[in-house]
């Protein structure tokens, strides 16, 4: 699970950075070997509610540290001004905190999944963390006034550095990322058929277990 920093007043955003207060990302969805990566199973008792007010605080931390980013921009930059190529700085910035390690071509566990040994590959932000991220700054964005075709982190140029993260990092860890496929609920036809069939056997044990009765006593 790899962490999304939080910016504090004063710290610079393309020097070296002090005093950074760590946010978990709750919502990385990758899988493989990652360097220092802590995966908690998540709780089956947790209720609707409680999983609203996670995603919702972890949204205002999110759109905070995005904030203190632009302020501490050099030049220092507004809202109003920032677009799709200034987000994709921030998502590069991001990765001097990344925890999941990807390896380099060169490497002799590229697109290996579990790795034997350590190497020298640099870590970086997980791509299901930088995704979940943008969705939540996107919504953020609208929902601070913003309007939906001036969001910049629903810029294009977003999106496909979101792929082209995605696509290197699944060559690159052996990782895929495509969704399982969800089972289909059978029709109502063949469940009322499969219903029947089964209560037509229970029928014949039913009788058979009757007539076996009888000859006993019968006898």
């Known amino acids: 699970m790899d962490m999304i920093p939080q910016l504090m007043e004063g710290s610079s955003a ?5 005093n950074l207060n760590i946010i978990s990302d709750n919502s990385s969805s990758v899988t493989g070997a990652t360097a220092g990566e802590a995966t908690q199973p998540p709780s089956s008792s947790s209720s609707p509610s409680v999983n609203s007010s996670r995603y919702e605080n972890q949204k205002r931390r999110d759109w905070n540290t995005f904030g203190q980013y632009l302020r501490n921009h050099r030049p220092p930059l507004s809202l109003s001004r920032c677009s799709g190529a200034h987000v994709l700085e921030f998502l590069r910035y991001l990765d001097q ?12 566990f590229y697109g290996h999944p579990n790795p034997p040994a350590p190497c020298p590959c640099p870590l970086r932000q997980a791509w299901g963390s930088l995704d979940a991220l943008i969705g939540r700054l996107r919504a953020a ?70 007539s076996t009765s009888q000859l006993k006593f019968e006898k």
């Open 14 to 18: 393309y020097g070296g950075v002090t």
């Open 97 to 108: 905190f990344g925890k999941t390690k990807v390896h380099t071509n060169v490497c002799h």
């Open 141 to 210: 964005f609208e929902e601070n006034g913003g309007k939906p075709e001036t969001n910049p982190f629903g810029a294009r140029a977003v999106r496909l550095y979101l792929r082209e993260v995605r696509d290197m990092q699944s060559k690159a860890r052996g990782v895929s990322y495509e969704k399982k496929k969800r089972k289909r609920p059978l029709p109502p036809s063949s469940a009322s058929s499969s219903s029947a069939v089964a209560s037509h056997q229970q029928f014949q044990m039913l009788s058979s277990t009757s």
